[in-house]
């Protein structure tokens, strides 16, 4: 798999907004998707509530391709982003995926009051309001999304906005769960 510094991932990430998704040739390249395995540890783990108050950990996942999204409802990329996360759990489904986003520091109604404004069912909202995860997730900027294989590893991370519903990026999560 293909390794990328955080500086080529942002770098990749300007790129893909300037250039929209690329299409693929034959197979997924992830890679043009601003999609590469991390260079850094990232501590895989959750222990924080969805908005009904139920906690989640990454071992409730087990078996499934997780992608764990980051945001604030203060950043505009996150609040783009957010329903195209949603179509991307919708089209995925549940059986073999799980899409959550987490929320970093915002109180739940500021929350609540956004997700009605959105297109949000498909996802689950998690609520992150000690600020534990940016440490041990390694975020340093919103919104950064990392892909979770069935074994609880991080197979990959993208560092801003993407469009994740659009069909070569189901394509290319899909690929990553094909191979865990």
């Given at each position: 798999m293909i390794r990328l510094s955080r500086r080529e991932l942002l770098a990749?990430?300007?790129?893909?907004?300037?250039t929209g998704t690329p299409s693929f040739a034959e197979e997924t390249d992830l890679r043009a998707l601003g999609l590469a395995e991390p260079a850094f540890n990232v501590d895989a783990e959750?222990?924080?509530p969805?908005?009904?108050?139920?906690?989640?950990?990454?071992?409730?996942?087990?078996?499934?391709?997780?992608?764990v999204s980051f945001w604030a409802t203060w950043c505009p990329p996150c609040r783009k982003e957010?329903?195209?996360?949603?179509?991307?759990?919708?089209e995925l489904g549940t059986e073999d995926y799980a899409v959550l986003?987490?929320?970093v520091g915002d109180r739940q109604d500021k929350i609540e009051a956004f997700l009605e404004q959105?297109?949000?069912?498909?996802?689950?909202i998690l609520l992150d309001n000690k600020k534990d995860m940016p440490s041990k997730w390694f975020l340093r900027g919103l919104p950064v999304t990392y892909i979770v294989d069935a074994n609880g590893k991080v197979?990959?991370?993208?560092?801003?906005?993407?469009?994740?519903?659009?069909?070569?990026?189901i394509e290319g999560i899909r690929s990553v769960g094909q191979t865990s």
């Open positions: 990749g990430s300007a790129a893909l907004a300037v959750l222990n924080i969805d908005l009904t108050g139920a906690v989640h950990q990454l071992e409730d996942y087990r078996g499934k391709t997780v992608v957010m329903p195209t996360l949603a179509r991307l759990g919708r986003a987490v929320n959105i297109d949000h069912e498909g996802m689950a197979a990959l991370g993208a560092i801003g906005e993407r469009v994740w519903d659009a069909p070569e990026m």
